[in-house]
């Protein structure tokens, strides 16, 4: 990661809003583009198979969350139609920090997850979801997909991603390797 991507991220402020479900796309734009905020509504990428070839599609993940950052702490009032509370108590902290951190590296999409297998078990072994202790607790291989256990504001919440399966020796590896 850039320096300057990473001083920004590490002097963020992160906040949460819950708004009505069908209106996340919208709300975002506004806040963007009359707030000057950067906004993030999350969305998962899935293979979804139409008529025997699979497809990549963009969908919300989390309906109804939107993740605002700032570099100057804020208090996340608008006056925008669709927007129900502030989540917590304003600022993220935590793993709900470290949760916002994933989004805003990820812009917002949750892609492929790594997995690595030990044994007869698999566990989440991307760099994203270090702090967020995700845990596998079903696997679809026929589609390459599996369901992620984690935790976001108090509640245990799954979804279905596509997964990127490595040996734990390659894992291990890629891990210790310096990344420029």
Same mark, same amino acid.
């Given at each position: 990661m850039d320096r300057r991507i990473?001083?920004?991220?590490n002097r963020m402020h992160a906040y949460c809003l819950f708004c009505e479900t069908q209106r996340c796309g919208l709300i975002s734009f506004? !806040?963007?583009?009359? @707030?000057?905020?950067?906004?993030?509504?999350?969305?998962?990428?899935?293979?979804?198979? +139409?008529? /025997? %070839?699979?497809?990549?599609?963009?969908?919300?993940w989390l309906p109804g969350y939107l993740f605002l950052y700032t570099e100057e702490? !804020? +208090?996340?009032?608008?006056?925008?139609?669709? !927007?129900?509370? +502030?989540?917590?108590?304003?600022?993220?902290? /935590?793993?709900?920090?470290?949760f916002a951190r994933m989004m805003e590296e990820k812009n917002g999409v949750l892609g492929k997850v790594r997995l690595a297998q030990v044994g007869d078990r698999c566990q989440v072994d991307d760099p994203a979801w270090a702090n967020m202790h995700g845990t596998v607790v079903k696997m679809d291989r026929?589609?390459?997909?599996?369901?992620?256990?984690?935790?976001?504001?108090? %509640?245990?919440?799954?979804?279905? +991603? /596509? @997964?990127?399966?490595v040996r734990k020796d390659e894992a291990e590896k890629a891990s210790e390797s310096p990344k420029e």
């Open positions: 990473k001083k920004w991220v506004i !806040i963007e583009k009359f @707030y000057h905020i950067k906004c993030i509504h999350p969305q998962v990428e899935q293979l979804k198979w +139409v008529k /025997g %070839v699979p497809k990549e599609v963009r969908h919300d702490p !804020i +208090v996340p009032r608008f006056q925008i139609d669709g !927007i129900i509370r +502030v989540l917590g108590r304003g600022e993220l902290n /935590g793993e709900d920090l470290a026929g589609r390459k997909r599996c369901c992620v256990a984690f935790e976001f504001d108090n %509640v245990q919440r799954n979804v279905w +991603v /596509g @997964y990127e399966l």
